[in-house]
């Protein structure tokens, strides 16, 4: 199993990636998450891989984080969610929104995303939760509010880790606005 990959960005074609390593050009798929973060051209990158052999095709997905890796696994576990499907979700939705809507049960929020209808959003619902809050750092019994995930994309559009970012959000009071959560979590960073 291939699970891991460092090497030169040679090619950046949303969802596809093509990555030199050593004189090998690995593709992966990556979810729109991960591409928008990637470096330029030319660049070092690591991505941590996922790879499924199929009868006709060994299919390569790549991911910034160990977050996004584990939360496509989770993904493509439950019936009627594919590969592709599981990228749909994560370029749709972070892995903090995902697993606030599931907290949440809002259907409505994953429906949103293209090609998940209300069944498919349903058993989303059902398989995932309790399993994507612990990953975030936040008890799965507590609901993530709105300001705590924009906080955390916030953190992490700034160039911090969902880990960094999880453990700013833990000092923050519980019912701070997202403008003061972000700037009191910048300082806990600095």
């Known amino acids: 199993m291939i699970g891991r990959l460092t090497g030169l960005l040679a090619e950046k074609s949303p969802p596809l ?29 690591t991505l941590l891989t996922h ?20 939360t496509f696994r989770e993904l493509i576990k439950i019936s009627g969610v594919g590969p592709r499907t599981a990228l749909a979700i994560l370029s749709g939705l972070s892995v903090p929104e995902l697993a606030a809507a599931i907290s949440r049960q809002e259907s409505g929020r994953l429906q949103k995303v ?15 939760k309790g399993k994507l809050g612990a990953d975030l750092g936040l008890p799965s019994a507590q609901v993530a509010s709105e300001a705590q995930v924009d906080i955390v994309q916030a953190l992490m559009a700034l160039g911090y880790n969902e880990k960094d970012a999880a453990a700013a959000l833990k000092k923050l009071p519980a019912d701070v606005g997202v403008s003061e959560g972000i700037k009191l979590a910048l300082k806990s960073l600095g």
């Open 114 to 128: 293209p090609g998940i209808g209300k069944k498919t959003a349903e058993r989303l619902l059902l398989e995932l």
């Open 17 to 45: 990636v093509l990555i030199d390593v050593n004189g090998v050009g690995y593709e992966a798929d990556v979810p729109m998450s991960t591409f928008y973060n990637l470096p330029h051209l030319g660049e070092r990158v």
């Open 51 to 70: 790879l499924i052999v199929r009868e006709d095709a060994h299919l390569l997905y790549g991911f910034l984080t160990g977050q996004e890796r584990s």
